[in-house]
């Protein structure tokens, strides 16, 4: 019997054994498929890529004087007002509002004094129009602006230089001094303390590559160094940022000084770059961790993400630009530290975002209160959207991309790009939309805003996109939009190569991409093909398209046979001097339908050619109300150079509530309010029977 009762044990033992085994085999094998799904690519450096194309080209003079002095000038208060609120405050406190008096106050020493400028984050747009500011004069030296800038930077060391710790956030300074962080009774959500900092920090890295000053590094070097010493495990403070954004911002410092040791000796306080990795990991991991004792902080909620342990969270929750800011961090430390926690989060804080909450336009953030995400399929056609948050998941998109190299992020990056991004900025690049709503009856843009968050973030996208036309890996080459451009770059194992893109997109299908290596070389280039235009609107079917033309490929005038794998062609071949492809996309316009899933759109369609998203507006649509289009009318695609600085219309027939049949026209969603400031527009219809 006991023998017996060995036996059996000695084969359960076995049995373990053995299963144990297929565990871990499986395991292993689960861990490597998983590690295969890692791709880092990196995009290329601004230096390299030239812009010149006929859709970007004209905003880029634009932006690189009207809007990028307007956002600075605005932020000194040169502005006349032209909203309720803004018109009220200049009236009760006789001026307007100036944020760099905020830092002058700081340097002459006043605290406490209950006085500041603008909302608590206005330090932190500063730093986000300096971040946007670099960015653009990489491109388009402008002494007059580097002046400028350099001028405000002075005031801004001289707020720092009066505190003793190197801390500096003007607001919390001017209010209640001693509740840095939000301690001792204060909310960060509210402070934006460290939210701020951030935005310093990326400020200081992007002024740098700019110019190579290293004033506002000395200051962000200081705050960061602060920073670490104050908050992390116990005995030191437990205090996450209150808004998303340090976190990626911190990995920049890091960055700076990792790949440029020498620059430490230049810095007035020591560096240690290891802090800031260390502390924007602390930052992620330590969300939904509220401590014991002295190290506690109260329990919190999805409105900045820290409901629970980032690891746990599967859906992306809460406001929608502190959200989207907080994923593009988790991508970005994804990408340095291959951590499959975060891999797998930024996959489902995107896979959930672009799954079930996005708009057609790219916009995210359903519901006002609390600008937050809506849950799963909420998807209202007066959503809130805020140009931010649409930006914010434009730049989480795109930092996804890094990661895996997958067309479908850019796709999503492309759709922001064209219209929630656009739509942003008025054609006069000096008025700019909070919301974004896909219906309204009066919307305008306005000069300056209560908040005006969205206009700095315009300028950080707008500064970043050239570098994203273009990627590289270790041995392929990237083109992942589609703008005119030229650029330089250099794969690992090959030697440099130059890239000339020709285009009309996203007026027309056609672009020529002419590749030119140093010496005749074998790469691979890959071209992304976007989801659209192989009819997949959208990576999960949240919404659905079909395009009736094929995607051809040539090169040097021979058509390809290809095929496409993760949202890219990859062409792999011996590339010689002056090889050229040419690829055509169908630009003809198509009529998207919502997933059933979305209630509020069933029975409806928009109208989209291209990347960009058509709406119809009253000035051109009277009777747009009640109107209903059937989905197999003819859609007619027409250039018109004089309206609207040159876009695409497109025009059908619609029927009316009385059953009468008129022409309509709609324009590009972006362009919209920009003839006549209080038209009503739309952009789903009813879906004729
Ligand atoms: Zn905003």
Request: proline residues 5%; charged residues 20%; contains cysteine.
């Amino acid at each position: 019997m006991l023998n017996k009762i060995n036996a059996k044990d000695e084969i359960k033992k076995y049995q373990q054994v053995i299963l144990n085994l297929i565990c871990f085999i499986l395991l292993m094998s689960f861990g490597k498929l998983m590690a295969q799904t890692i791709q880092p690519i990196r995009p290329l450096d601004l230096k390299q890529v030239v812009i010149n194309d006929p859709f970007w080209t004209p905003k880029y003079k634009l932006w690189n004087t009207i809007t990028v002095n307007d956002v600075f000038d605005k932020l000194e208060g040169k502005y006349i007002p032209d909203r309720k609120d803004l018109i009220e405050e200049q009236k009760k406190l006789g001026k307007t509002r100036n944020a760099f008096a905020n830092f002058d106050r700081v340097a002459k020493g006043e605290k406490d004094i209950k006085i500041h400028d603008g909302p608590p984050w206005y330090d932190g747009l500063v730093y986000e129009s300096i971040r946007g500011a670099a960015d653009l004069l990489v491109k388009h030296p402008d002494a007059q602006l580097q002046n400028k800038i350099d001028g405000y930077i002075n005031r801004i060391a001289k707020a720092q230089a009066i505190d003793p710790d190197g801390y500096i956030n003007t607001y919390t300074t001017l209010t209640y001094s001693n509740r840095r962080w939000g301690t001792n009774g204060g909310d960060d959500k509210w402070q934006h303390d460290i939210y701020n900092a951030g935005m310093l920090a990326e400020a200081a890295v992007h002024y740098y590559y700019a110019t190579h000053s290293t004033q506002l590094l000395n200051v962000a070097v200081k705050m960061s160094n602060y920073m670490f010493q104050q908050m992390g495990p116990a005995p030191k403070n437990n205090v996450i940022p209150g808004h998303g954004g340090p976190e990626e911002a911190l990995l920049k410092l890091y960055y700076l000084f990792k790949n440029n040791p020498n620059l430490k000796k230049d810095i007035a306080a020591p560096v240690n770059e290891q802090e800031y990795y260390s502390l924007a990991k602390y930052w992620i991991e330590n969300r939904g961790h509220y401590g014991e004792g002295v190290n506690s902080r109260k329990s919190d909620s999805s409105y900045n993400q820290d409901h629970q342990p980032v690891f746990e969270q599967k859906s992306i929750e809460g406001h929608a630009v502190r959200a989207t800011l907080l994923a593009t961090g988790v991508a970005a430390m994804a990408i340095e530290n291959n951590d499959q926690r975060y891999i797998q989060t930024a996959k489902n804080y995107w896979n959930n975002m672009i799954g079930k909450r996005m708009f057609i336009t790219g916009g995210e953030g359903a519901i006002a209160n609390g600008e937050r995400f809506g849950k799963d399929y909420y998807i209202p056609e007066s959503a809130y959207l805020e140009t931010c948050a649409s930006i914010g998941a434009a730049f989480f998109s795109e930092q996804m991309n890094e990661l895996q190299a997958d067309g479908k992020y850019m796709d999503e990056f492309e759709r922001v790009l064209y219209n929630n991004l656009l739509s942003g900025i008025s054609l006069s690049g000096n008025h700019y939309h909070y919301e974004n709503p896909l219906i309204t009856q009066n919307h305008p843009r306005w000069a300056w805003h209560d908040c005006p968050c969205c206009p700095p973030m315009i300028l950080k996208m707008i500064g970043a996109l050239p570098s994203y036309i273009y990627a590289t890996d270790d041995t392929a080459l990237y083109v992942n939009l589609f703008i005119g451009s030229k650029a330089t770059t250099q794969l690992k194992n090959g030697n440099a190569i130059q890239i000339q893109q020709v285009t009309n997109y996203p007026w027309k299908g056609k672009s020529s991409i002419t590749i030119n290596p140093a010496t005749a070389k074998n790469f691979t280039v890959k071209i992304r093909i976007p989801g659209w235009a192989n009819s997949k609107e959208n990576p999960f079917d949240l919404y659905h398209s079909k395009v009736n033309q094929q995607v051809t490929i040539k090169v040097n005038h021979q058509l390809l046979a290809y095929s496409i794998e993760n949202g890219y062609v990859a062409i792999n071949r011996k590339w010689n001097k002056q090889d050229i492809i040419e690829i055509n996309l169908p630009v003809e316009p198509r009529v998207v339908t919502a997933s059933d899933s979305i209630q509020t759109l069933n029975g409806k369609i928009a109208i989209v050619a291209g990347p960009i998203v058509y709406g119809i507006e009253a000035l051109d649509n009277p009777e747009l109300d009640s109107y209903s289009i059937n989905a197999s009318t003819t859609l007619q695609l027409n250039y018109k150079p004089n309206l609207l600085n040159g876009i695409n219309t497109i025009t059908g027939v619609a029927k009316t509530a009385n059953n009468k049949m008129v022409n309509f026209t709609a324009i590009p969603f972006f362009s919209i309010g920009n003839r006549n400031i209080s038209s009503p527009y739309k952009v789903w219809m009813l879906n004729q029977k």
